[in-house]
């Protein structure tokens, strides 16, 4: 996602006001106010009418349940043990695109050596990991797509622990519902256990065989092949495994949470 | 089949009609918006013309568009096949016919004596669109599930051809929505038979 799809334009004219009736409303919301700043428009004020703010409501809540329902759709067709395709490593896009809900000059710099990735929810043994800890264990690579949801697509190489293997390890209730994420970007997100003991689901720690660089997410970002780009969060420091809804940063402004293929 | 001689268009055709005309447009004009967010053909759709205001929007209201046309265009191809309407409306398609009455119809002279009999351009031009509309579902359940379904993936050209196809197949659609919609400005005996069904 990069900031210019933000924007929340008048789409149907005489939606202004339950649209800025809607906005206000959301002002309270402290992961909304970003996006606000650049939507509140003048165009948006000129547009007022007498469009009842019930009806916006109402649809968006309506789509918000399709929405949920599409997940659950996307839940049954996901097939724990279909395979993404893979590529040649001379199908690669160089350079990878960088993408996030910032720009790259506010690329957060994270210090390896004192990073750790801490645990909680539902598993045996939440002790924290160092960057040394995982780099120990068994790695494996993938040459994969990645899909963003604004429609484009690009090949890459990450390299890192399955992370089947690693929820095994820490005795993760492998029956739960969610495993979730805090990023050291202060992004969030959560996915579906399937998704998560996908084999394809690593813990990447490198990029190109090189350690992950910043853009990419240094130290560890969750590579999923089977989710759409916003669905892999970088910079990860917390894991948690759930049984209660966690959403995310873009699943709980509108965005489809299982965002998988 | 029909009871009534009188009848133009059965119930059916004519609710399965307006209910995928709701969906067309909520998917096309969302469909634009979602486009926008990457604008890969060089150009941008005007915004004031796109559904859902921002990407997540758009895609709110693509993904459940897509439930209407996906069940009502079922519904209508089943109806239409095992009534026998589908053959006895669309085939045969005659080369020789479509390039007379072609010509006839960029003349202003096609006639439209009874709206019951479809000439052949109309039944090529209906065939495109049920064609066109698999192919758009198809390809959309591609960018959509592309794991889940490799077979359809690679027969449409990968993640990536899939996606032009899906855009090409928008403008199919929309051309043919805009023929559509002139002959029936044309034609304007075509719309009442489409609501009151004679």
């Keep these: 996602m990069t900031k210019r799809f933000l924007q929340r334009d008048i789409v149907i004219p005489g939606e202004g006001a339950a649209m800025l009736a809607d906005a206000i409303e959301r002002i309270a919301q402290p992961s909304r106010r970003d996006f606000l700043k650049r939507s509140l428009t003048l165009g948006g004020l000129t547009l007022l009418t007498g469009c009842a703010t019930d009806d916006q409501d109402s649809i968006e809540a309506a789509l918000m349940r399709i929405s949920r329902f599409n997940d659950r759709v996307q839940g049954w067709l996901f097939d724990p043990t279909r395979l993404a395709p893979t590529y040649p490593e001379s199908m690669m896009t160089d350079p990878f695109p960088f993408n996030a809900y910032y720009s790259e000059d506010e690329v957060r710099d994270i210090d390896g050596d004192a990073w750790r990735l801490e645990l909680s929810g539902l598993m045996a043994d939440r002790r924290p990991w160092s960057l040394a800890q995982l780099r120990a264990l068994p790695q494996q690579s993938q040459v994969t797509r990645h899909i963003c949801v604004e429609g484009w697509s690009a090949i890459g190489k990450w390299g890192g622990v399955q992370f089947s293997h690693f929820l ?14 805090k990023c050291g970007d202060d992004y969030f997100t959560s996915i579906d256990m399937a998704t998560a003991l996908h084999p394809q689901t690593i813990m990447a720690l490198t990029y190109n065989d090189q350690p992950l ?27 948690f495994v759930t049984n209660t809804y966690p959403g995310g940063y873009w699943e709980d402004q509108g965005y489809n949470w299982f965002g998988g293929s | 089949m029909p009871a ?31 486009y926008n967010a990457t604008e890969f053909m060089g150009f941008g759709i005007p915004r004031s013309i796109t559904l859902g205001g921002w990407l997540a929007g758009a895609l709110q209201w693509h993904f459940a568009a897509m439930w209407l046309l996906f069940a009502n265009g079922i519904l209508y191809l089943l109806i239409n096949a095992f009534t026998g309407r589908l ?12 390039v007379s009455e072609l ?18 351009v109309q039944k090529l031009a209906y065939v495109f669109v049920m064609f066109d509309s698999v192919v758009l579902v198809l390809s959309g359940l591609v960018l959509w599930k592309s794991v889940q379904f490799p077979l359809l993936r690679e027969l449409l050209g990968g993640y990536e051809g899939a996606r ?12 043919f929505f805009v023929v559509h919609v002139v002959m029936v400005v044309l034609v304007p005996r075509t719309l009442i038979a489409m609501l009151r069904g004679r």
């Design chain 1, 168 to 181: 095994r390890l820490v005795g993760a209730d492998l029956s739960a519902k969610y495993v979730g994420f």
């Design chain 1, 213 to 239: 660089p910043p853009r990419y997410g240094f130290p560890m970002k969750l590579r999923m092949p089977t989710k759409l780009g916003y669905k892999n969060p970088k910079h990860i420091h917390a894991i």
């Design chain 2, 4 to 34: 009534n001689e009188r009848t133009i268009h059965p119930a059916w055709l004519r609710i399965t009609h307006w209910l995928n005309a709701i969906a067309v447009v909520l998917l096309v004009t969302s469909g634009w918006r979602i």
């Design chain 2, 87 to 98: 053959k006895r409306q669309f085939f045969p398609i005659r080369p020789r016919e479509l």
């Design chain 2, 103 to 120: 010509g006839a119809a960029l003349r202003g002279k096609l006639a439209h004596d009874d709206l019951r009999h479809y000439n052949s």
């Design chain 2, 164 to 175: 032009r196809i899906h855009f090409f197949a928008m403008a199919g659609l929309c051309a």
